[in-house]
């Protein structure tokens, strides 16, 4: 249910508002908004009806249902687009589009390092680097862990840029968080629940990648067993679906971002990199994401894709990339957006 304070209700009437809906054994999300207050109250969908008796207290406009089955990510609770601040001034979800890149794994020190000075460089404002892969074979590169970690605090020492690593594993999200300024969960990972609620209760934002057999409800759904465990920093990614079609790795489900845009306040970002598997495609997809109202992106590069540990063939090197984000300027500015 939202409970819609009125304009200009006092402290004391939202706390006093937040105290009976924790009595009736729901919990409450204040969304502060630009005229006035709402609380999401989530909980046990079938006693719900209950909460409509907070109608008559001091304070409270009207008491309405959430037709959606995601809740707190839903528009319907928070009309306005969600920013959120991953550090002073660096905000995804407002003019600004936000590019996070680097390589998809971390492997040297050398690699990271120099990776990081060239994409910040071209105007990356996020490194981003896996330490822990989620391989489909277990044959394949798993990542340095910890060792990695430490070689994105290197690079984010080296350059200012804040750094963005997947966590895999429930155990591992203490240590990464650690490390991490953004923690990404994966595409195969998108409905580990016990790991998203792990997430719910950091204080550092989240970034979701949708799996590739995951619709937008499912992916908003696991965007609230976040937020309802309180963290509200998350951004959604789009990283292509699995489809009939070979000739890409996925499909880059691109009218995700518009349909999200409609359903959710959360601030959207594509991958190309893992929707078409191949680094020429790249720069056409970054151009169309932001045509299609994307946030940001997070583009895979690397200085020498030829020798890399992990997605080579979709890395774009760093002249490469220099390249397309200064084409990208151009489509920034028709969207109306900075960069
Ligand atoms: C990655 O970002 O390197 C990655 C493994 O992505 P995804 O989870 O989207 O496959
Ligand atoms: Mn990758």
Not at 54 to 73: C, D, M, Q, R, T
Not at 98 to 125: D, M, W, Y
Not at 311 to 335: C, H, I, N, V, Y
Request: hydrophobic content about 40%.
């Amino acid at each position: 249910m939202i409970i819609v304070m009125q304009q200009g209700a006092s402290r004391d009437e939202l706390a006093e508002v937040k105290k009976r809906i924790r009595d009736l054994g729901y919990k409450p999300h204040v969304i502060h908004g630009a005229t006035r207050n709402v609380i999401g109250a989530v909980g046990d969908e079938r006693g719900k009806s209950v909460l409509q008796s907070l109608e008559s207290l001091p304070g409270v406009e009207n008491v309405v249902p959430i037709l959606k089955p995601f809740k707190l990510a839903s528009r319907e609770v928070k009309p306005e687009p969600s920013e959120v601040e991953i550090a002073p001034g660096l905000v995804v979800g407002g003019k600004e589009l936000i590019v996070i890149a680097g390589p998809c794994s971390v492997e040297s020190e050398e690699q990271i390092v120099g990776t990081a000075k060239s994409v910040k460089q071209a105007g990356a404002k996020l490194l981003r680097g896996g330490a822990y892969k989620p391989r489909t074979s277990p044959y394949s590169f798993q990542g340095m862990e910890e060792d990695g970690l430490k070689l994105l605090a290197t690079a984010r020492a080296e350059t200012g840029l804040p750094i963005v690593t997947e966590v895999v594993n429930p155990r591992d999200v203490e240590l990464v968080a650690r490390y991490a300024d953004v923690m990404q969960v994966g595409a195969r990972n998108v409905q580990n629940f016990a790991l998203l609620k792990m997430l719910g209760q950091l204080d550092k934002p989240i970034l979701l990648k949708r799996g590739m057999a995951t619709t937008i409800q499912e992916f908003l759904m696991s965007a609230e067993y976040i937020l309802s465990e309180g963290n509200q920093k998350v951004i959604l990614c789009e990283r292509g679906i699995r489809t009939f079609e070979t000739a890409t790795r996925n499909t880059l489900d691109i009218s995700a971002v518009p349909v999200l845009k409609g359903q959710t306040h959360l601030p959207v970002i594509i991958d190309p990199s893992h929707a078409t598997g191949h680094a020429h495609l790249v720069p056409s997809m970054c151009y169309a994401s932001v045509a299609a109202g994307a946030d940001g992106l997070i583009v895979e590069v690397h200085p020498t894709p030829e020798t890399a540990a992990s997605d080579g063939p979709q890395s774009l090197r760093p002249a490469e990339f220099s390249a397309m984000m200064e084409k990208l300027t151009l489509f920034a500015s028709a969207a109306e957006r900075s960069l």
